[in-house]
């Protein structure tokens, strides 16, 4: 079965401070990798996602990812964290061609002022 | 932008009561799904569906039931509540695809007292 682990449940930084939130999968197919941001008090919403191409992928807020196959990795970057970045991320993976996505369990990501 | 909308953010409950969670979304996707988030569980899928009428259990479907008539509407049953169904239901819609951008709701804060 497939699964999805994020090393980190919580990571507090200071602003301007780099960001690495890592993701790994378990799963040895052709794999589709997302990450997920939920700001307080608001919906989830798509950061980035990688299905094909250049395994390094820009999202929205600076945010990037890069897909290590033989790591079986997909870590989520920000060179310059802001007190804006307070959230919480999820890590998602889906494969075997269906809908079905399977969820990290989530990192609650706190930037100090 | 695609709207995905559930009927109550919050909703209070009894052991043994059936509850109906409704969830509508208005870009004519084909997939829609219900999870529930836990702390340090992140999203766990319910059922989903791909199309009216159409439904698929996920990981955790016991106790639950959906209903899916018409392709905007989809809805997630509570047969009889259960104190350990008290949780953040999360309802998200996507256009067909296993790639595509999976889309939120609010969510609805359940507590089965």
């Known amino acids: 079965a497939q699964s999805v682990s994020q090393h980190n449940h919580h990571v507090i930084l200071s602003e301007a401070a780099s960001l690495e939130l890592g993701c790994n999968y378990s799963?040895?197919?052709?794999?589709?990798l997302f990450w997920y941001v939920q700001y307080p008090g608001q919906h989830l919403q798509l950061l980035l996602k990688y299905f094909s191409g250049d395994p390094l992928v820009k999202g929205i807020k600076g945010f990037e990812a890069e897909f290590i196959k033989s790591k079986f990795s997909f870590n989520l970057r920000k060179p310059s964290v802001q007190w804006s970045d307070t959230a919480e991320y999820f890590c998602?993976?889906?494969?075997?061609?269906?809908?079905?996505?399977?969820w990290g369990a989530g990192t609650k990501l706190i930037i100090k002022p | 932008d695609v709207k995905v909308t559930q009927s109550s953010r919050y909703l209070v409950k009894r052991t043994g009561e059936k509850v109906f969670l409704e969830c509508v979304q208005d870009?004519?996707?084909?997939?829609m799904f219900w999870y529930r988030q836990d702390p340090g569980l992140g999203l766990r899928l319910i059922y989903f569906?791909?199309?009216?009428?159409?439904?698929e259990k996920g990981d955790i479907p016991e106790g639950y039931s959906v209903s899916r008539e018409k392709k905007e509407r989809f809805s997630l049953i509570l047969e009889s509540a259960s104190t350990n169904q008290t949780s953040m239901y999360l309802c998200a819609s996507s256009l067909s695809g296993d790639t595509d951008t999976q889309y939120f709701g609010p969510g609805t804060r359940l507590t089965v007292l």
């Open positions: 998602a993976v889906n494969g075997d061609s269906n809908y079905q996505l399977i």
């Open positions: 569906s791909y199309d009216v009428k159409m439904k």
């Open positions: 799963y040895g197919g052709t794999v589709n």
């Open positions: 870009m004519d996707h084909e997939n």
